[in-house]
């Protein structure tokens, strides 16, 4: 792994995925060469090499002169008390990037030193705290820390397991098994009826904002058939026909969320009390107002970083339906 020259053509790709939150993401993850200890270690070891610091699942961010800034040297990450595992991401414009867990919780980590903050990484993304370029980085090192959190032992024979390929697999000297970083799919999806889109809440949403349903796909489904599931389970509605739109890498924890449309085949809706707190029908016109905060009963939608908010403008704004 010599090479660590960044990619010539740098366009920005054109799909509706590279709109969402932590979607920008230009790391050469160099997944060829994480099996070469001695070259990894090469480029941990070199001066222009960087780390991402977490505690726990929380970034540490620098003061910047611009921005906040999200790497740190990897004398300053051992200064901070980083003597674990530290994950290899990829390059970066050349730069090796890393990321390193903290043992220690975020608020002993920033105690005495005015030019750190800790923050967590939703506000990061929510209020633009740091180059879109760095987020889709950061969020896939809080991704991969957190599975190592929760993969110390073997699942197979309950052994203590330990790091291989620089991080990304993890590996039981008892039973041997190998054990992988895991990436958990997510429906997300705006079921349309002609004029009007179906949006729900949930308890824990932001007071008044209305959103896209989702759930987790379960084994043995289909995109299509989970979308059609969560839908009827959650909101009592029939679906006919499903169409992809869009993805978003989403780190909390760490799963994708995959963005449809989907065609209601009736207008009667039940609602999940389990799931929904409300679910309702809106037009376009209701709908472009929550997207502008000009609705008259102070509904709102999701920020632009996530991806429900590029569905529903998809539909509003796009002309996108059945």
């Given at each position: 792994?010599?090479?660590?020259t960044p990619?010539?053509?740098?366009?920005?790709?054109?799909?509706?995925?590279?709109?969402?939150?932590?979607?920008?993401?230009?790391?050469?993850?160099?997944?060829?060469?994480?099996?070469?200890?001695?070259?990894?270690?090469?480029?941990?070891?070199?001066?222009?090499?960087?780390?991402?610091?977490?505690?726990?699942?929380?970034?540490?961010?620098?003061?910047?002169?611009?921005?906040?800034?999200?790497?740190?040297?990897?004398?300053?990450?051992?200064?901070?008390?980083?003597?674990?595992?530290?994950?290899?991401?990829?390059?970066?414009?050349?730069v090796?990037?890393?990321?390193?867990?903290?043992?220690?919780?975020?608020?002993?980590?920033?105690?005495?030193?005015?030019?750190?903050?800790a923050?967590?990484?939703?506000?990061?993304?929510?209020?633009?705290?740091?180059?879109?370029?760095?987020?889709g980085?950061?969020?896939?090192?809080?991704?991969?820390l957190?599975?190592?959190?929760?993969?110390?032992?073997?699942?197979?024979?309950?052994?203590?397991?330990?790091?291989?390929a620089?991080?990304?697999?993890?590996?039981?000297?008892?039973?041997?098994?190998?054990?992988?970083?895991?990436?958990?799919?997510?429906?997300?999806?705006?079921a349309?009826?002609?004029?009007?889109?179906?949006?729900?809440?949930?308890?824990?949403?932001?007071?008044?904002m209305?959103s896209?349903?989702?759930?987790?796909?379960?084994?043995?489904?289909?995109?299509?058939?989970a979308?059609?599931?969560?839908?009827?389970?959650?909101?009592?509605?029939?679906?006919?026909?499903?169409?992809?739109?869009?993805?978003?890498?989403?780190?909390?924890?760490?799963?994708?969320?995959?963005?449809?449309?989907?065609?209601?085949?009736?207008?009667?809706?039940?609602?999940?009390?389990?799931?929904l707190?409300?679910a309702?029908?809106?037009?376009?016109?209701?709908?472009?107002?929550?997207?502008?905060?000009?609705?008259?009963?102070?509904?709102?939608?999701?920020?632009?970083?996530?991806?429900?908010?590029?569905?529903i403008?998809?539909?509003?704004?796009?002309?996108?339906?059945?």
């Amino acid at each position: 792994m010599t090479n660590v020259t960044p990619p010539s053509d740098s366009t920005a790709a054109p799909e509706r995925s590279a709109r969402t939150g932590f979607a920008q993401n230009r790391l050469e993850r160099h997944s060829e060469g994480r099996e070469h200890a001695e070259s990894v270690a090469a480029l941990r070891a070199s001066p222009e090499a960087v780390t991402f610091v977490l505690a726990g699942e929380v970034p540490i961010l620098k003061s910047g002169s611009v921005s906040l800034n999200t790497r740190f040297s990897m004398a300053e990450a051992a200064d901070l008390g980083a003597t674990g595992e530290s994950i290899f991401l990829g390059t970066l414009d050349g730069v090796p990037l890393f990321t390193t867990q903290l043992p220690r919780d975020a608020a002993g980590v920033v105690e005495g030193r005015p030019h750190l903050q800790a923050v967590d990484l939703r506000s990061i993304a929510t209020q633009g705290l740091i180059p879109a370029d760095e987020l889709g980085p950061l969020g896939e090192a809080k991704a991969i820390l957190h599975w190592h959190t929760r993969h110390r032992f073997c699942a197979n024979c309950g052994a203590p397991t330990r790091v291989e390929a620089s991080g990304w697999r993890r590996i039981c000297d008892q039973c041997g098994a190998q054990h992988f970083p895991r990436t958990d799919p997510v429906v997300i999806m705006l079921a349309v009826r002609g004029e009007r889109c179906l949006l729900g809440r949930q308890p824990r949403f932001a007071t008044n904002m209305y959103s896209c349903l989702a759930g987790f796909v379960e084994p043995g489904e289909t995109i299509e058939d989970a979308v059609r599931r969560e839908i009827k389970e959650e909101a009592g509605l029939a679906v006919g026909r499903v169409r992809y739109l869009a993805s978003q890498p989403w780190p909390f924890p760490a799963s994708l969320m995959i963005g449809c449309l989907a065609e209601g085949l009736h207008e009667a809706i039940t609602i999940d009390q389990h799931e929904l707190e409300d679910a309702r029908w809106f037009t376009r016109e209701e709908v472009a107002l929550m997207l502008a905060d000009t609705h008259p009963q102070g509904l709102g939608t999701p920020k632009p970083f996530a991806i429900a908010h590029h569905l529903i403008r998809a539909f509003v704004n796009e002309g996108e339906g059945f």
